[in-house]
């Protein structure tokens, strides 16, 4: 019984592990399409922003 716990926490413990290691990969990889994104967003928003302040001074 004893043994048995042992077994589920230390697959608990490689799944959490792994889990980690996979999600830090993911957005390592994927920092270049994160930044991209963001700098969309931003021009978005500035666009918007630039928009509201035309209508707003006319």
């Keep these: 019984m004893l043994s048995d716990e042992r077994a ?3 697959i608990e ?3 959490l592990v792994g889990g980690v290691l996979i999600g830090a990969l993911t957005i390592f990889t994927l920092r270049d399409s994160l930044k ?3 700098q969309v967003i931003s ?3 500035e666009q918007e922003r630039n928009i509201s302040i035309s209508q ?3």
């Design 8 to 10: 589920q926490v230390s």
């Design 13 to 15: 413990f490689i799944l």
């Design 36 to 38: 991209n994104f963001a």
């Design 43 to 45: 021009e978005w928003a």
């Design 56 to 58: 707003v001074t006319r």
